[in-house]
């Protein structure tokens, strides 16, 4: 199997990984527990957004001068606006199983949940899938343990991300076989988006910079307007706090030792 598609599959492992958890785990996971797994994740999606994306990008604008920070700038925002966009139209649920958002439907709670999640996923898949295009492209600042260890570091949040997702479905008395496939199903978008990305970006590595900043744009779109929220939600939110700065370091040091 070669390097890219291994890595583009990583974080989809983490996601059924995390999934099946439902066969072990015999209740709902605790609202402090769903905390820190939030905040674990937010951490590594911040840290992921710069060093692996970010960074790149504008050391690939370096050309530019002193405006080597457009490209980035423009992609990012984009990245943002895109996420909003399917935010916007997507009716969802988010995993506090009160607050629904996007357009009316008629659909049923628990596909909100998974539709959620899928826009979770979405973002991730496509970082993953820039990074490997820049690395393939030959790509100042992209090497193949760099885009490894950015596979890795989500697959690692993803694991949690998989179990917070299998759990609410069990709760809202769905079976377990039928919640573990739901919720590997939910991280089958991350690769789909990863080739979709690397057809895309490769087609265009001039512009290379602006993709990596778009994909740092989506994934901080979900840090920002979901996990956080989630892992502060209530009173004495430290716990979501200390494991943001976890995941934050987890990603640094996975990026910073084999980037």
């Known amino acids: 199997m070669s390097e890219w598609l291994t890595g583009i599959l990583i974080p989809f492992l983490g996601t059924s990984l995390g999934a099946a958890m439902v066969f072990v785990l015999k209740n709902e996971i605790s609202f402090t527990l769903r905390r820190i797994l939030t905040g674990f994740a937010a951490g590594v999606m911040t840290a992921a957004s710069f060093w692996s994306l970010l960074q790149p990008a504008l050391?690939?604008?370096?050309?530019?001068?002193?405006?080597?920070?457009?490209?980035?700038?423009?992609?990012?925002?984009?990245?943002?606006?895109?996420?909003?966009?399917?935010?916007?139209?997507?009716?969802?649920?988010?995993?506090?199983?009160?607050?629904?958002?996007?357009?009316?439907?008629?659909l049923k709670r628990t596909t909100k949940l998974i539709l959620a999640v899928?826009?979770?996923?979405?973002?991730?898949?496509?970082?993953?899938?820039?990074?490997?295009?820049?690395?393939?492209?030959?790509?100042?600042?992209?090497?193949?343990?760099g885009a490894l260890a950015l596979a890795v570091g989500i697959a690692i949040q993803n694991f949690p991300e998989g179990a917070i997702v299998s759990m609410p479905l069990r709760a809202e008395g769905m079976p377990k076989m039928r919640t573990f496939?739901?919720?590997?199903?939910?991280?089958?978008?991350?690769?789909?988006?990863?080739?979709?990305?690397?057809?895309?970006?490769?087609?265009?590595?001039?512009?290379?910079?602006?993709?990596?900043?778009?994909?740092?744009?989506?994934?901080?779109?979900?840090?920002?307007?979901?996990?956080?929220?989630?892992?502060?939600?209530?009173?004495?939110?430290?716990?979501?706090?200390?494991?943001?700065a976890f995941g934050f370091v987890v990603m640094m040091i996975l990026d910073t030792t084999l980037g």
Request: aromatic share 8%; proline share 6%; no cysteine.
């Open 118 to 145: 899928t826009l979770h996923n979405i973002p991730e898949g496509m970082a993953v899938g820039v990074v490997y295009a820049g690395w393939r492209a030959g790509e100042a600042g992209i090497t193949s343990a």
């Open 59 to 106: 050391e690939s604008s370096a050309g530019l001068g002193r405006l080597a920070f457009l490209p980035a700038s423009a992609g990012f925002l984009a990245g943002i606006g895109f996420l909003l966009l399917l935010d916007v139209i997507t009716p969802h649920l988010h995993m506090d199983r009160s607050t629904e958002e996007g357009p009316h439907t008629t």
């Open 181 to 244: 496939l739901y919720g590997v199903l939910s991280g089958a978008v991350e690769p789909a988006a990863a080739v979709l990305t690397m057809l895309a970006a490769a087609a265009v590595v001039p512009v290379m910079p602006y993709f990596l900043a778009f994909a740092a744009g989506a994934m901080i779109y979900v840090v920002v307007e979901e996990l956080i929220p989630e892992m502060s939600e209530g009173a004495h939110s430290n716990a979501g706090t200390i494991a943001f």
